[in-house]
């Protein structure tokens, strides 16, 4: 009798095995790597942070610049000068009462 088996394609399962190891490999790549999903998220949330801490800076210099301006030479404001020499020095006017 002649015995007509046939072998298992062993070259194409390698081919197919080779081919879905290297698909999963992207897959992970896409999610996990440096420009994967979840570290765009990290950066998204990273920017509206840094977006925020810009927000406060930008505040804190128009306040400082307006505090600046009512300092200088062109526009004079004698309370903030009184009371940041006072400040400065220590001392008090005769008529006020310290309270610490």
């Not at 879905?20 to 992970?28: E, H, N, Q």
């Not at 570290?39 to 406060?56: P, S």
């Not at 600046?68 to 400065?88: A, V, W």
């Amino acid at each position: 009798m002649i015995d007509n088996r046939t072998r298992p394609a062993l070259g194409g399962l390698v081919y197919f095995a080779g081919c879905f190891c290297v698909g999963a490999y992207f897959i992970f790549a896409a999610v996990q790597g440096d420009y994967g999903v979840f570290r765009r998220a990290e950066i998204t949330v990273e920017t509206r942070q840094l977006e925020a801490e810009l927000r406060d800076l930008q505040i804190e210099v128009a306040r400082m610049e307006n505090l600046t301006r009512r300092l200088s030479d062109t526009y004079l404001d004698l309370d903030l000068l009184d009371e940041r020499t006072r400040d400065m020095l220590g001392m008090v006017r005769t008529d006020e009462i310290v309270v610490r």
